[in-house]
């Protein structure tokens, strides 16, 4: 939050005329006299960084089982970016970085699938029979 900033308040001729008679007190503050006038309230709004996915568990879950080419890894990486531009209320940056981690936890997905398929194609049908 922004500091609310006060103007200066001048100092008057007659603390000064007090001082140099040598009279009052030691100290100039207590002398001066100080009033705050209506100071002004500042009120941040943040957009709603709620509704920005950020994929994390989707994530976590290619990086530890379907970890295909370190896709998984890398989308990971885009998801905890989207967490901390969403904590720096950073909501373009956030959205852009949510759409790359979905491109990577669906390419991830997508080809570590087909492989496991391939897999159980070829453990079911080998080579050698054709």
Same mark, same amino acid.
């Given at each position: 939050?922004?500091?609310?900033?006060?103007?200066?308040?001048?100092?008057?001729?007659?603390? %000064?005329?007090?001082? !140099?008679?040598?009279?009052?007190?030691?100290?100039?503050?207590? *002398?001066?006299?100080?009033?705050?006038?209506?100071? *002004?309230?500042? $009120?941040?709004? /943040?957009? %709603?960084?709620?509704?920005?996915?950020?994929? /994390? @568990?989707?994530?976590?879950?290619?990086?530890?089982?379907?970890?295909?080419?370190?896709?998984?890894? $890398?989308?990971? *990486? /885009?998801?905890?970016?989207?967490? %901390?531009?969403?904590?720096?209320?950073?909501?373009?940056?956030?959205?852009? %970085? =949510?759409?790359? !981690?979905?491109?990577?936890?669906?390419?991830?997905? =997508?080809? !570590? !699938?087909?492989? $496991? $398929?391939?897999?159980?194609?070829?453990?079911?049908?080998? @080579?050698?029979?054709?």
């Amino acid at each position: 939050m922004a500091p609310t900033l006060f103007p200066m308040e001048s100092k008057s001729s007659k603390t %000064d005329s007090v001082r !140099a008679a040598g009279g009052g007190p030691a100290c100039k503050h207590s *002398a001066e006299k100080k009033t705050m006038t209506n100071p *002004a309230t500042v $009120i941040e709004v /943040y957009p %709603d960084t709620t509704e920005v996915n950020d994929y /994390y @568990l989707w994530s976590i879950f290619n990086f530890v089982y379907l970890n295909f080419c370190c896709l998984g890894f $890398i989308a990971l *990486a /885009y998801s905890l970016k989207v967490r %901390d531009k969403k904590l720096l209320n950073d909501l373009n940056g956030a959205v852009e %970085d =949510a759409k790359t !981690a979905r491109l990577f936890n669906i390419t991830s997905s =997508a080809l !570590a !699938a087909s492989c $496991i $398929i391939l897999i159980f194609i070829f453990l079911r049908y080998p @080579l050698t029979d054709y």
